[in-house]
């Protein structure tokens, strides 16, 4: 390489570090406490939580980039908030209630468009987990085109109208020679219709994307992962499933990733309604088999943003936008912590979960971005001062403010 070239090129790369690092602190706050699954919520996200620090009984908050800290969140109609997800008419809360001192009931209900919540029919089944005083498993609500969908240990329960089905699943197999099978429910799954995809991360071992139809009894596993590179039927190697999202009936988009002992993996896929698989991202490192080759890093998450915009994570060089087969860098960062999944808001807010730095939230005002952390708070506040207090719960959470109410 020419002289002048190679400077020309650390110019560029120093000025898009700097920044990159300007739009966060240099040193943020550690958390001691994970924050996982994102759900855009009026103007923010709500955040599934495992906390020490998060209110007792409550496995998400709510986060928006006008605020500093995470907040806690009350539904109404649910006491014990689990789990939050998204079906084919909007957001699905899955709870529990207290109808009569020391009896828990199951409770699920359905956002509108107008953001009204109804309740939808829960399965007696649900209802059965909260029996016992620690229950091994609870009901895990499951991404669809359905109304609402769920998995309980190895049965998947979808709704159709005002019926739920429910199909046990068949032994999952071992894929290939390093699959684990010591968690094979523990995938990341998406109901299409009567197709079930599941999507296995496990790190360093690969991972695995397979599907069954659930409307055929007989049915069996079909492996779609290590297919080879132009093989339209599935997506090649086993990499970590690092998401699944879909757009549409029959759409899918498929991320892998893994950084590992200096190498990166990354892998973009597209089902196409016809059944059609597209590689579009495929990578070890620095060298790239796929259609595009916008970066050289893993992948730690997809969303879904306006128009159905599809928005990729990638840890080590930031976020981008793919319109098309344009892939835009966004926001140039090299993050310096475990992610866990990112989110994108209507009012094209993007957040970011992390394994110990909260929630990252970025905000474009203009033609700048701006970033900022935000971090659990007054619990880690009260904890440093009293290491054996615990988070008082005598008294519901309060509904995160709009910011018309804060002003």
Known sequence: MKPRTFLLLAAIAIGSSAFAEALLPEKLAEQKAYTRKMIPYR????????????????????ARFEAKELSPVNIDGIELLLDVGTGSKGRIFLGAIEPTEGELKAVI?????????????????????????????TPRLIGTNHEAAAIVEDIIWWLEGETWKSRKLPKVPKFHDEFLTD?????NWFLDG??????????????????????????????????????????????????????????????TGLSHMGGTWRGLYHREPSGKWHTLIHG????????????????SGLALGRENSLYVLAS???????????????????????????????????????DRSGVLAFHKAGD????????????????????????????????????????
């Open 183 to 187: 968690h094979p429910y523990g995938a």
């Open 194 to 255: 009567n197709i079930l995809y599941g999507g296995w991360n496990h790190g360093e071992w690969g991972g695995a994307l397979g599907s069954i139809d659930l409307g055929a009894a007989d049915s069996k596993w079909v492996q779609l992962s290590g297919k080879p590179l132009k093989d339209d039927a599935g997506i090649p190697e086993n990499n970590p499933i690092q998401s699944i999202i879909s757009p549409r009936s029959g759409e899918l988009w498929v991320a």
């Open 316 to 354: 080590e060089t930031g976020i981008y936008r793919l319109t098309g087969k344009q892939v835009e860098c966004l926001i140039p960062h090299q993050f310096r912590d475990y992610l866990n999944g990112i989110a994108v808001v209507p009012n094209g807010d993007i957040y970011v979960s992390t």
């Open 284 to 299: 070890e490192s620095d060298r790239d088999q796929g259609e595009l080759k916008p970066f050289v890093s893993d992948i």
């Open 368 to 407: 700048q971005w701006h970033g900022k952390q935000i971090v659990f708070g007054k619990q880690e506040e009260e904890e440093k001062d009293n290491p054996d207090k615990k988070p008082d719960t005598d008294s519901p959470p309060a509904p995160p403010k709009s910011p018309a109410q804060e002003k």
């Open 109 to 137: 209900l359905g956002e509108t468009a107008d953001a009204k919540l109804r309740p939808l029919p829960v399965p007696d089944e649900f209802h059965a987990f909260f029996a016992t005083d620690s229950p091994s498993t």
């Open 43 to 62: 103007d923010g996200v709500l955040v599934e939580c495992d906390s020490l620090y998060a209110p007792a009984h409550a496995s998400y908050m709510f």
